[in-house]
Structure formats: C-alpha cells, structure tokens
Antibody
C-alpha cells in the first residue's frame, strides 16, 4: 500500500513562497496521480490541482493558476507543491493525496502540512 | 469549474438514526462522485467512489446513490464513530475537481 509523508510546519511572511513536499513510499512517484488539497482553519476542503494521467499534465483549479506549481522528483520519489505570493488567506493545512493502484478516487492521503502566513 | 453544493451544512442526529446527506453538481458529472469522512485534525478518509461503490474496509451502513447532478450519502444506523464532517467531491482524474462545502454530523 502506498504511503505519503509530508514535510513539516511552515511559517511565512506575506509575499513569500512556500514549497511543501510529499514523499512517496512503496511506489514510485511517477506511477501515481498526485493531487493537492488545502483546508483553511475551520473551513472546508479545497482542491488545488492534480496530475492528469491521460495527457500527462497537471490540472490546476482556476483560482490557483499562475500562483501554484506542482512538480515531481523521480530520483527521490517526492512530489512538491509551491505557492507563491502568499497572503494570510493561504494559511491552511495542505494535503497531498493519491490514488492507489486500481483506485478511482484519492484513497491515500498525507498527514497534512500546516502553513501559516503572518507578518 | 463544476460547483458542488451539499445540504444540510449541519445535521444533528442520535445514535441509531438514519442519516442522509445530499450533494448537487452544477452540471452532469455522470457518476464521478466520491464521498469522504473527516474527523478533527485528521486527513479525509474515502468512503464511497463512483457514486455508489463502497471503499474496502468501510462499514456497510454507509451507502451512496445518484448520477448526473444529484447524489446522496446515507448512513443507515448512525454509530458513535460516525460523528464527523462529510464531503462530496467531483473526481474523475482528468478534469478540474471540486468539493462540496461539507456537512457536519453532530450529536443531537
């Protein structure tokens, strides 16, 4: 069963960038379709983007296009999600999530990474 | 992007109650709908995929139905472990996805 381990808590100032990592175990990152979801304090889940295996490209939610970049490093089996131009509205827990083999919806999630944006 | 609307936003129920949560899509999504359960401080847990398929290991008291634009999650007999927040998600792995705003199930 695939496992995901995320990087630790981050504190950033407005205008900065943050890069969250998601280490894949028991599979190679290129075998998986990785998605990113965030949750602001006391709020609901928000899908940010994910890998489309049909055309091999990242699909981003409209509101994050141009400000969020999702990448993978096959040498370390790690996925990354970077958010630039941070504001206080980006304060949230960020999750990576993926589909295990034969799954049709994200069934494996990382533990979450808390990102706080404050001056 | 397709918008997902859940109702109610909060539901108060007792152990043993039958509970139904509704999710509506702004346009047809066929059966590309998943349901998740989330408890405080934890990552979401997949319950149902493709509208009506029970994820392995999920108790049979959970069921999903619907297609097109209207979907339901039903808990046939609410158990103490089921008090949580539930989210629907349009997901098909090849187009933008979106979550409903969530339904919190709490103790009456």
């Amino acid at each position: 069963q695939v496992q995901l381990e995320q990087s630790g808590t981050e504190m950033k100032k407005p205008g900065a960038s943050v890069k969250v990592s998601c280490k894949v175990s028991r599979y190679t990152v290129t075998d998986l379709s990785m998605h990113w979801v965030r949750q602001a304090p006391g709020k609901g889940l928000e899908w940010m983007g994910g890998f489309d295996p049909e055309d091999g490209e990242i699909i981003y939610a409209q509101k994050f296009k141009g400000r969020v970049t999702m990448t993978e490093d096959s040498s370390t089996d790690t996925a990354y999600m970077e958010v630039s131009s941070l504001t206080s509205d980006d304060t949230a827990v960020y999750y990576c999530a993926t589909l295990s083999i034969f799954a049709v919806a994200p069934d494996v999630w990382g533990q979450g990474t808390m990102v706080t944006v404050s001056s | 992007d397709i918008q997902m609307t859940q109702s109610p936003s909060t539901l108060s129920a007792s152990v043993g109650d039958r509970v139904t949560i509704t999710c509506r899509a702004s346009q047809s999504i066929n059966n590309w709908l998943a349901w998740y359960q989330q408890k405080p401080g934890k990552a979401p847990k997949l319950l149902i995929y493709k509208a009506s398929n029970l994820e392995s290991g999920v108790p049979s008291r959970f069921s999903g139905s619907g297609s097109g634009t209207e979907f339901t999650l039903t808990i046939s007999s609410l158990q103490p472990d089921d008090f949580a927040t539930y989210y629907c998600q349009h997901f098909n792995n090849y187009s933008p996805c979106s979550f409903g705003q969530g339904t919190k199930v709490d103790i009456k």
